[in-house]
Structures are given as structure tokens and as C-alpha cells.
């Protein structure tokens, strides 16, 4: 019988705001950039502003589709035909 081999691949979403993390820390840590350590981490806090903005926007309009939906029912309660 043939010994069957597993293979496990990771798959990382944020691989590209790791990478540019490390490289950022690297280039300020040898002096090569003057940013603020605000800036060199930004990859890491501006990919998380984006899913929290994101998430916002669908929270507001799923927010919004109740309300209309609650507000038409009332003036179809109040001004309808009886």
C-alpha cells in the first residue's frame, strides 16, 4: 500500500498587511524612513478600519430596511383606507 501524504495549506487573508507591516518595521528600525510609528503600523489598524466600516454600512442599512418597514406600516395604519 501507498503511505498517503496530508497536506495542510494555510491560507492567509492578511498576508499582504503582514508583509508591508514587517517591511515598514524594518525600514524603520534601520533608519531608512522617518514616519511615526502610527504610520508604520497602519497596515495592521486601516485593514481593520475597513471590516469595522463595512460592517457598519451593513448594520445601517439592515437599520434602515426595518425602519422604512415599520414606517410605512404606520401611515398605511394611520392614513389607509378603512
Not at 508591508?20 to 522617518?34: E, M, P, R
Not at 495592521?44 to 437599520?63: E, T
Request: charged share 15%; with cysteine.
Amino acid at each position: 500500500m501507498a503511505d498517503k501524504t496530508e497536506v495542510v495549506v494555510r491560507n492567509s487573508g492578511n498576508f499582504f498587511a503582514e508583509a508591508l507591516t514587517v517591511l515598514f518595521i524594518g525600514l524603520k528600525l534601520t533608519g531608512q524612513i522617518d514616519w511615526s510609528w502610527w504610520w508604520v503600523l497602519s497596515p495592521l489598524w486601516i485593514g481593520l478600519l475597513v471590516v469595522l466600516g463595512f460592517l457598519g454600512c451593513v448594520l445601517g442599512g439592515a437599520a434602515a430596511w426595518v425602519l422604512a418597514g415599520e414606517v410605512a406600516a404606520y401611515f398605511r395604519k394611520t392614513f389607509g383606507r378603512k
